[in-house]
């Protein structure tokens, strides 16, 4: 499958021209003469450099990957059908069957920009990390980075044993119970696809504690629930959990409030973000 480069270009130009900074959560700002973002504008969205970036709208750019067409599609809000052109105009086969349910709806990537005041992040059903906001990756970025195919929560809280290093030991057990039940139901409600099968052969891998929480057959759905993190600058900080599901595509919108009384903690992390936002298209933090 070869890549049209000069369609590539046009398309991403065009793609580009369509958005307004309003659209992807920018401030206009003034001297903007042109209609659109502009190239760097794309390129941090997309986690690139702009020299590479500007390479692709020339058409002589190398062939991207496909996790910088994942990158592409999430900063131009393209559709699932303009997605799907992309990877084919960059000579890939557009991602199919379960992995789909990375892709993240425009709609949702703009309420993601919009809930900016508080921690928010798109996780999918199986627990992979799909996307957070600045709060979010100033709450979570001192939990962990990990690489992309890495980036599911339940996967980290039983291979990584620095993650639970910031959580309460006395909750440990209670947190790794809720991550397997809540595992299983969605294990269940996709028929034990592939990529749930894929997912729960590398956590039986990892060791004897999830064997045996996977074996006690728990069915739980993650809702609403206290979170309690110990981060590296802020110590101690609290927060509620709600958790909304999006049955559609399989995604969960989870978004964090201060307890009665605890709002500073949002004043803290909103100056913390500049200095921990380090999230790429090819390295994202992993949270419980």
């Known amino acids: 499958m070869g890549m049209h480069r000069d369609d590539l270009a046009d398309f991403l130009r ?26 760097e504008e794309v390129a941090a969205l997309a986690g690139m450099s702009a020299d590479y970036y500007m390479r692709l ?16 599609t999430r900063a131009l809000r393209l559709t699932l059908d303009e997605r799907d052109h992309l990877y084919l105009l960059a000579g890939h086969r557009p991602p199919e069957g379960a992995r789909a349910g990375e892709y ?81 139901a969605a294990v269940a409600r996709r028929g034990n696809d592939e990529a749930s099968r894929e997912l729960v052969a590398r956590l039986s891998a990892a060791g004897p504690e999830f064997t045996a929480l996977w074996e006690r057959h728990e069915v739980a759905v993650r809702r609403s629930h206290p979170y309690r993190l ?27 409030t201060p307890p009665p009384g605890g709002a500073d903690a949002l004043d803290m992390l909103r100056a913390l973000g500049p200095r921990h936002r380090h999230d790429t298209a090819a390295t994202r933090p992993a949270t419980t």
């Open 14 to 39: 065009r793609s580009r021209a369509r958005l307004s900074p309003r659209d992807v959560g920018l401030v206009e700002g003034p001297r903007r003469r042109t209609p659109g973002l502009r190239r």
């Open 57 to 72: 709208e020339q058409a002589r750019s190398p062939q991207p990957s496909t996790q910088m067409l994942a990158a592409l």
């Open 104 to 184: 993240l709806r425009p709609s949702l990537l703009y309420l993601l920009d919009r809930l900016d005041g508080v921690p928010v992040q798109v996780l999918s059903d199986l627990g992979d990390l799909l996307a957070q906001n600045d709060m979010a990756q100033a709450l979570f970025g001192c939990v962990c980075s990990v690489a992309r195919e890495d980036r599911n929560i339940v996967l980290r809280w039983f291979t990584e044993p620095d993650v639970r290093g910031h959580f309460a030991a006395e909750e440990h057990a209670e947190v790794a119970r809720q991550l397997v039940a809540d595992l299983r």
């Open 230 to 256: 110990t981060h590296p600058e802020l110590g101690p900080i609290e927060f509620d959990c709600e958790v909304l599901a999006m049955p559609a595509t399989d995604q969960r919108l989870r978004v964090f």
